[in-house]
């Protein structure tokens, strides 16, 4: 019976002799550059003459989840990953001149192309956080003062309306603009998240609400309420595959990313051999979805390769060390959802 690279890698833990270390650390190191020449080439495949990226490869894949909702999404993944891994865009300049041309002069960006209603308050609120971030990781300052967006919500409590994974959009956007966050949406925001988090530290009984407040946590500066608690349901609930597939695909398809920052990014160094095991667990899961053109599924052997799909599956490989970044990255907590974050810096939005 032949064995796939893939699952040689997997293995590499348990082996016990017979193969040279080295060996070991060579096959390892050309899977990795394999993987990232994949995902380069599925990038280039699906990059626009005007900038803009397709979700997939297939004309009338209409993408799944972010690249669904909202024709930004895959730009921005593509600026965050070409980035992180040192990579020129392959329509840089175009790229940039696509998120400008989606500015409007009350200070959002709208997507040209989405299911999403982009008149919407949830719509102008993610297009107008990724975009922000994208183009500040370009270099490039938007035409217009995205800052009304924001200020819509905190006029009165209309951030209540939004889904729960919203919350650190907020402190997203204020890592990325060149403002601080004032102090009275930083009160608001923990307010909420207090009341919404339950005795086993979850927020709405989900792990993508509660990976985002976490994330919100970590990008103000302050220690994640219940973390503990938090970490333990989190180890708790991954499955013997490696992945944290407990609901429907349509509501855990970042589940592995949003599970593996809470461990990275608030486990306690006293865990680290539970930690390290999960994310042993969750690599070799992620390393199941990726396909023959490159790119990456959701799950395992389930349809086209999807713009959102690889990022989040890379940037889960980055959190478990498996893949490595460009060197000397700034701003390295506005890449995506905080992939690049280092657990043992403090990032304050707040000064």
């Given at each position: 019976?032949?064995?796939?690279?893939?699952?040689?890698?997997?293995?590499?833990?348990?082996?016990?002799g017979?193969?040279?270390?080295?060996?070991?650390?060579?096959?390892a190191?050309?899977?990795?550059?394999?993987?990232?020449?994949?995902?380069r080439?599925?990038?280039?495949?699906?990059?626009?003459?005007?900038?803009?990226?397709?979700?997939?490869?297939?004309?009338?894949?209409e993408?799944?989840?972010?690249?669904?909702?909202?024709?930004?999404?895959a730009?921005?993944?593509?600026?965050?990953?070409?980035?992180?891994?040192?990579w020129?865009l392959p329509?840089?300049?175009?790229?940039?001149?696509?998120?400008?041309?989606?500015?409007?002069?009350?200070?959002a960006f709208y997507?040209?192309?989405?299911?999403?209603?982009?008149?919407t308050?949830?719509?102008?609120?993610?297009?107008?956080?990724?975009?922000?971030?994208?183009?500040?990781i370009?270099g490039?300052?938007?035409?217009?003062n995205?800052?009304?967006v924001?200020?819509?919500?905190?006029?009165?409590?209309?951030?209540?309306?939004?889904?729960?994974?919203?919350?650190?959009?907020?402190?997203?956007?204020?890592?990325?603009?060149n403002e601080?966050?004032?102090?009275?949406?930083?009160?608001?925001?923990?307010s909420y998240?207090?009341?919404?988090?339950?005795?086993?530290?979850?927020i709405g009984?989900?792990?993508?609400?509660?990976?985002?407040?976490?994330?919100?946590?970590?990008?103000?500066?302050?220690?994640?309420?219940?973390?503990?608690?938090?970490?333990?349901?989190?180890?708790?609930?991954q499955?013997?595959?490696?992945s944290?597939?407990?609901?429907?695909?349509?509501?855990?398809?970042?589940?592995?990313?949003?599970?593996?920052f809470?461990?990275?990014q608030?486990?306690?160094?006293?865990?680290?051999k539970?930690?390290?095991?999960?994310?042993?667990?969750a690599q070799?899961?992620i390393?199941?979805?990726?396909?023959k053109?490159?790119?990456?599924?959701?799950?395992?052997?389930?349809?086209?390769?999807?713009?959102?799909?690889?990022?989040?599956?890379?940037?889960?490989?980055?959190e478990?060390?498996?893949?490595?970044?460009?060197?000397?990255?700034?701003n390295?907590?506005?890449?995506?959802?905080?992939?690049?974050?280092?657990?043992?810096?403090t990032?304050?939005?707040?000064?």
């Amino acid at each position: 019976m032949s064995i796939s690279r893939r699952k040689v890698l997997q293995l590499i833990p348990v082996v016990t002799g017979g193969v040279a270390m080295g060996d070991l650390k060579f096959l390892a190191l050309d899977n990795q550059k394999n993987i990232l020449e994949g995902v380069r080439s599925f990038f280039k495949q699906t990059a626009n003459e005007d900038g803009s990226f397709s979700p997939g490869l297939p004309r009338d894949y209409e993408g799944n989840s972010d690249t669904k909702f909202s024709g930004i999404a895959a730009p921005t993944y593509a600026v965050v990953i070409h980035k992180t891994f040192g990579w020129e865009l392959p329509f840089e300049k175009e790229t940039v001149d696509f998120f400008l041309s989606c500015q409007k002069e009350d200070g959002a960006f709208y997507a040209p192309s989405g299911e999403g209603d982009m008149e919407t308050p949830l719509a102008k609120l993610y297009n107008t956080v990724q975009s922000v971030a994208a183009l500040k990781i370009l270099g490039v300052k938007p035409r217009y003062n995205p800052m009304p967006v924001i200020e819509y919500f905190f006029k009165g409590d209309d951030f209540q309306e939004l889904p729960l994974y919203t919350t650190s959009f907020f402190a997203l956007f204020f890592s990325a603009w060149n403002e601080n966050m004032p102090a009275h949406i930083d009160r608001k925001m923990r307010s909420y998240l207090k009341d919404n988090q339950t005795e086993d530290g979850y927020i709405g009984n989900h792990v993508a609400s509660t990976f985002h407040a976490a994330h919100y946590f970590r990008l103000i500066g302050e220690d994640t309420p219940m973390a503990e608690e938090m970490v333990d349901r989190v180890l708790a609930d991954q499955k013997e595959d490696g992945s944290w597939s407990l609901n429907p695909p349509d509501w855990d398809v970042h589940a592995v990313f949003d599970a593996l920052f809470i461990l990275r990014q608030v486990g306690s160094k006293e865990r680290k051999k539970e930690l390290k095991k999960a994310y042993q667990k969750a690599q070799n899961w992620i390393l199941e979805c990726q396909n023959k053109d490159g790119g990456f599924s959701h799950f395992p052997n389930s349809g086209p390769s999807d713009i959102d799909a690889v990022y989040f599956h890379i940037a889960g490989l980055v959190e478990c060390g498996y893949l490595k970044p460009k060197n000397g990255i700034e701003n390295e907590e506005i890449y995506g959802w905080g992939h690049l974050m280092d657990p043992d810096k403090t990032y304050n939005c707040l000064l």
